[in-house]
């Protein structure tokens, strides 16, 4: 089960790389990725538990 697991995801992972080669597909991409940045969504800043003691 285990191995066609793997077999599966890493052609998922081909087909994500194949499409994201795509012109159309980057200019998406690259806005998605601003978008996500202006929303706070970047950085990570203030997020988590704090410090480990």
Sequence with gaps: MGMMR???????????????????NQAKIKKFISDFQNKGGGGGAGKGRGAVR
């Excluded at 793997?6 to 159309?24: D, H, M, N, R, Y």
Aim: hydrophobic residues 45%.
């Design 6 to 24: 793997k077999l599966i995801a890493s052609g998922v992972a081909a087909k994500v790389f194949q499409e994201a080669k795509k012109p159309e």
